[in-house]
């Protein structure tokens, strides 16, 4: 990390790390005009980014308290233990926000699923098949409309779901429970099995 944050004074610290935590919440961005006497505006500007993406990062991936200051190497103890602190006062907020921006991605949600698991026993093309199948209808809900959707998936498809829904559910923050409860539903225990 750069070490161009230890030009604020000390006292001055705190109250610029809230006002650029505020501005990562939606409100108004510190005025280089108030710190123009200890930076450059190119200095401003980097000092900005580079407070910005640990702030994000720290939550986006829940760091702990040593990964935070292992990326804020080269900046004096004091001066981690002041980020530290307004990180810690303002987890929630952060967090919310976060996960508002990262829902405003996608409208849709997941209301409701079913499944249902079956057993082909032949097609038109091979008279004995014997493949399982499982069949999951989803109930999503897109910028208030409800969509029903309905996957039909063999044995490799299943698995590639459920590995995908395990690493999604490592880095998932909470959210509605409904999706997770799908998510738990097929990922704990592998509960189809064929």
């Not at 409208?107 to 999951?136: G, R, V």
């Not at 498809?157 to 999706?179: C, G, M, W, Y």
């Amino acid at each position: 990390m750069i070490r161009l944050p230890e030009k604020l004074p000390a006292q001055e610290y705190p109250k610029s790390l809230h006002r650029l935590i505020d501005s990562v919440c939606g409100r108004d961005r510190p005025r280089f005009q108030d710190y123009d006497s200890f930076w450059s505006l190119t200095e401003w500007m980097e000092v900005i980014d580079t407070l910005t993406s640990v702030f994000k990062t720290a939550f986006g991936r829940n760091l702990s308290d040593e990964e935070v200051i292992r990326s804020l190497t080269g900046l004096g103890s004091s001066y981690q233990d002041v980020i530290l602190k307004c990180l810690e006062g303002r987890k929630e907020e952060i967090r919310q926000i976060l996960v508002e921006k990262t829902n405003t991605i996608s409208s849709a949600q997941l209301q409701d699923f079913d499944w249902q698991l079956k057993l082909a026993l032949s097609s038109d093309k091979i008279s004995s098949l014997q493949t399982p199948l499982l069949n999951l209808d989803l109930d999503v809900k897109e910028n208030g409309t409800l969509k029903p959707l309905s996957i039909e998936m063999n044995r490799e498809e299943l698995h590639s779901l459920i590995n995908t829904l395990k690493a999604a559910n490592k880095v998932h923050l909470p959210r509605d429970q409904n999706v997770w409860n799908c998510c738990n539903f097929i990922v704990h225990k592998d509960i189809i099995c064929f």
